[in-house]
């Protein structure tokens, strides 16, 4: 299954530096029901664009991961 969220993070503003996308990616990567992680971008409101494909009945499980480290979907 294909999602398509905008990730904002909770505790800070966003920097959109390399250390940062590479924490979300890291954090992505290791969140359940993660098959691939297609795209990690700056949204132009904020935050950043994510683009993965998981595994089927995953979602919800993937966004309370997201949620309890500190980042926030706005699907």
Do not use: C, N
Not at 38 to 51: L, T
């Amino acid at each position: 299954m294909r999602l398509y969220t905008r990730v904002l993070i909770a505790a800070k503003p966003e920097t959109y530096s390399q250390a940062e996308t590479d924490e979300l990616r890291s954090t992505i990567a290791s969140a359940p029901g993660i098959e691939e992680i297609a795209s990690v971008s700056k949204h132009f409101k904020g935050g950043y664009d994510v683009v993965v494909q998981l595994t089927d009945d995953s979602a919800e499980s993937f966004l309370e991961f997201l949620w309890k480290a500190g980042y926030r979907s706005a699907i």
